[in-house]
Structure formats: C-alpha cells, structure tokens
C-alpha cells in the first residue's frame, strides 16, 4: 500500500480529514507542516517572515520527498505543495493523492480568524483565497488521482467519501 496525501488550499481540511482517515485505516499520520515545524524549532509563520516563502519551499519540498518514499502512512499536506513541480510529481508518482477541493469563500469563513496561517496575513484575505485557488486549483488537480466537494460535509461524510474513493480505485481499506 502507497502512502495516501491530501492535498488542497488552507482550511479545507487536510489535518482533520487526514488524521481521522489514518485512524479508520490503521496507518500512522504524518502532517507536512508539523514535520517541517519540527526540524526548524519554530512555527512555519516565524520562519516564513525570517526566511521568506523560498526558503520554507525548499524544505517542503525535501521533507515531501521524505514522506513519499515512507512506508504506508496517510499525509496532510501544506495548501503550497503544489507549487513546487518535485512535489506534485513525488506525490502523484509514490502516492494516492485526495484534492479536497472547497469554494475559496467557503475557506474564509472557516479561516476568518485564524492568524497562524501566513499568507492570509493580508488586507483582503477573501481575495486572496480566490487568488490562491485560481493558481492552484489546476496544479490541485493536475497531482491528484481523486476530487472530493468538500461543501459543508461533516469530517465523518470526507472521511467515508475518501474510503469510498479509495475503495473504488482498488486500494485496500483494511
């Protein structure tokens, strides 16, 4: 079994989704941006003021490779990962890869207050949610083997719709 990824723009629910699907498939859950955090001893939001947004990509991009040549394991990825070409090929190659794909006005009300999240530190962050999604929805799609509408689905309703995508694509589900 290949390590499964989730992949999509901030607050769609990659950690929620991705740790109560580790915990329906009996894998170990591994959430890009805490590994990362982790290895700088800071919070991402620090080092990307300090180091700029380069900096924090290229060691996404080493600890993505890391993740995806790991044994089976469920991955919540950071909403960037895309950017970066080794990533979406890392991931689509040595992964099965979930794009949870939600309205950019439907991140900003789940995000509106939350502060931890560094690119959404701006004027307009509605604005720049749908900035994001334009760039990254086909780079999103582009690297992912199965969309899943988030809409307004419980975690529970993502997490039987991502096994049920799974199931359906021949992937064992335990």
Do not use: W
Not at 59 to 81: Q, R, Y
């Amino acid at each position: 079994m290949t390590p499964i990824a989730l992949v999509g723009l901030p607050g769609s629910g990659k950690s929620t989704v991705g740790r109560q699907l580790a915990r329906r498939l009996q894998l170990p859950f591994q959430d890009s941006d805490h590994v990362i955090e982790q290895r700088l001893g800071c919070p991402i939001r620090e080092y990307f003021e300090r180091e700029g947004e380069d900096h924090f990509r290229d060691l996404e991009e080493t600890v993505i490779n890391e993740l995806t040549l790991d044994a089976p394991c469920v991955i919540s990825t950071g909403g960037g990962v895309v950017l970066r070409r080794n990533n979406r090929q890392h991931l689509h190659k040595r992964s099965c890869v979930v794009y949870l794909n939600a309205a950019p006005d439907q991140l900003f009300y789940r995000l509106r207050y939350d502060k931890s999240r560094p690119l959404l530190q701006v004027e307009d962050p509605q604005q720049r949610l749908r900035e994001m999604y334009a760039l990254r929805d086909p780079l999103y799609r582009e690297t992912a083997h199965h969309i899943l509408e988030t809409g307004r689905p419980s975690v529970a309703s993502l997490v039987n719709m991502t096994l049920m995508q799974l199931e359906l694509s021949g992937m064992p589900s335990h």
